[in-house]
């Protein structure tokens, strides 16, 4: 017998349909002899709704009071879903966050979960019932309820696997797993059976976007096997665990990001120091810098070219241009016109060979490369926009990913 | 400086310009030097919205997924009003149930409070804070969410007066306070500036339904000074205190009740435990029995008569008839064409001559009496529902109430 938590979105319950749907889904998984611990987000646009009704009143309300407020949505899930378990004559208990010891740090808003009691948790599944948590909040050592912001859901799912010594933690989502690139790209890419943890952090970083980095950090962290199906059919999905010590696959996945502004710093002084002021001043201000290429440029002097995210790209070129004497460059420029494409695999790390057959398959698509980043498991490159899909093609099909 | 309690319905917070009307109520109160404890309900219809969707899952959703599910709508009400204060510049916390210590028994749906530890509440009021507390809602011994049923949120509000030792707790509605007899069959009719717990007690009983007969019992209990008055404006309402030792009012008011129904069950046998076995059978059934005579009949034999709600005419009819052979009566009659009209004041006790003004002023009506009942504070009759509108105003007028 195994315990597995269980994980549904907003869009799995929005309605009264769907949420008899994920009881079933539960009793079956329950009846086929499992402990079952669901863990439930919000119906629908609940959330958004009860942020409107916030924003009505106080436009800057404390986050204290909106963790208040948001909190309700997940409390009505549980609830209903619970009651949704009782028609299917299956006792079945709902808590809150604070109801199931979910303690967190005291950031409103974002809070950090500290540790998990698992002693209610256990009692219930004693009693044979389903038990039903709500995602997203906590409670922090005041006695106040938090919420966790983005990925919250998943990561109280894999929070509560991890303390629980669950066998498996399933995340339900809209698609059916994570495939070696997006279909919508490429027809042709195929389902993973299972990725590594490394390779889904690099993979969710890209714009993968199955799983928030959050939750599979902590599953990494506590080493609780995942995985991602979907709430629709009864597919197998793709196992995150961790990796594989006996074979090691060279490339798992290409990732393709849209997102992505290049900023270029031209002829800055070649002396010591430049990287350092030029991105200490913008983490100051809060910008993610992603890909960072320091090139020369003409006699004493050299450039530094990074890339940002779209939005944040103004910014940047502003805080810059503000220490244009201190950082002493002469020319800035922005271009939006890119898009990021990478390869993720755990097994490139000893296979120098990968990087250059990526590079390869762009060359044979005649797509020009405008800036190269490497890490352990992962290539990325900067190509033009309009180029973006048909590198992804060629990569996907070199590597005969399909 | 006082502490002052004050407790706003579904209506009063029904959307976000209610909110805000009640928010600067509130800040009002707290700005003449007042510390202030606020108990809300759920906005406007959200309780029925959330029954509906309880409902359309599972109409035999277990009690305590009900309460579950209702008290998100407090939650959110107090979150909302928490934002409301704070845009007026105010510090406001809000606080559910659970976390002021309201701890209750667990019959959940209609759970009694056992205490309240007012300790969280103090500290909040210390610093200086306007504290916001989940109306309707307590914690029981597992840890899990109850609801105290009908008139819960007075309730929370008159236990958290006597907790905290408040100066007064404030019952807002959507009348001015309480009146003489009801202004739409006599517009003359006048309001009461203050009246006694038990003269409150009788005349919510019988049907002035301005407070919870709940939240008066334990206000009378703990000595807590209440006024009920209008969350429209700013008129004084009606004080609810103990009873003045100096100078008791006779007749405080008159009521009337169309929720009656009489049944008579004849010629019975005249010899002991006949009473107890027809009162003893519909208790068990749970049927609230109001008035009840018992009239001589034929020889050896004897009437008795006795009033419930419209609604549980008919099932006590069929559960006396089911024993009728045990029982041992000839005949049994209902008649819903009646209504019940009582006069209340704490000063009739030691005056005979009320009553038989009451009936004076019948007689002059024209109007015939069916029943008579009385206790210590009241006297009430059964008459026509077609003469009670006449029937009040007579006996307001004869007693100089306008």
Redesign the interface.
């Known amino acids: 017998m195994s315990l597995i938590v269980q994980k549904f979105g907003g869009s799995s319950v929005r309605d009264?349909e769907r949420?008899?749907n994920v009881a079933r889904r539960v009793v079956d998984t329950y009846k086929a002899g499992n402990s079952v611990v669901v863990v439930v987000s919000a119906q629908g646009d609940t959330t958004d709704d009860?942020i409107e009704?916030?924003k009505?009143?106080?436009p800057?309300?404390?986050k204290?009071?909106?963790d208040?407020?948001l909190?309700?949505g997940e409390?009505?899930s549980?609830?209903?879903l619970?009651?949704?378990i009782?028609?299917l004559g299956v006792n079945a208990?709902?808590l809150?966050g604070?109801?199931v010891g979910m303690k967190t740090d005291s950031k409103y808003g974002m809070a950090r979960i500290k540790s998990i009691d698992g002693e209610?948790i256990r009692n219930e599944l004693d009693d044979n019932k389903i038990v039903i948590v709500a995602g997203f909040q906590g409670i922090n050592k005041y006695?106040?309820i938090t919420t966790l912001g983005r990925g919250g859901s998943d990561t109280t799912a894999v929070a509560i696997a991890a303390g629980l010594h669950a066998d498996l933690c399933e995340i339900y989502t809209d698609v059916d797993g994570v495939y070696t690139t997006d279909p919508r790209i490429v027809p042709e890419a195929r389902k993973l059976t299972e990725v590594s943890f490394d390779e889904m952090l690099e993979l969710a970083s890209l714009g993968a976007n199955v799983l928030h980095n959050r939750s599979v950090e902590m599953a990494k962290k506590y080493n609780v096997n995942m995985s991602v199906r979907s709430s629709l059919n009864l597919n197998e999905g793709t196992y995150v665990k961790e990796e594989s010590k006996v074979e090691k696959t060279l490339v798992r996945g290409v990732a393709r990001d849209n997102d992505v502004a290049r900023i270029a710093v031209c002829n800055l002084k070649d002396e010591p120091g430049i990287a350092f002021k030029i991105f200490s001043l913008l983490a100051k201000n809060g910008i993610n810098v992603d890909i960072i290429l320091q090139s020369i440029g003409r006699e004493g002097f050299k450039d530094i070219s990074f890339t940002v995210s779209e939005s944040n790209a103004e910014k940047a070129e502003e805080i810059l241009t503000a220490e244009k004497s201190y950082l002493g460059f002469e020319d800035i420029k922005i271009s939006t016109n890119f898009s990021k494409v990478s390869i993720v695999g755990s097994g490139m790390v000893n296979n120098p060979g990968v990087a250059s057959k990526m590079f390869e398959a762009l060359y044979d698509a005649n797509i020009n490369i405008h800036m190269i980043a490497t890490s352990e498991i992962k290539v990325s490159v900067l190509v033009n926009k309009d180029n973006a899909d048909a590198a992804v093609k060629a990569i996907h099909d070199k590597f005969n990913l399909a």
Do not use: C, F, G, Y
Request: net charge neutral; hydrophobic share 50%.
């Open positions: 009264a949420v008899m009860l009704k916030a009505e009143i106080n800057k309300a404390s204290r009071e909106m208040m407020l909190s309700t409390q009505i549980i609830a209903l619970a009651m949704a009782q028609t208990v709902s809150t604070w109801q209610r006695d106040d």
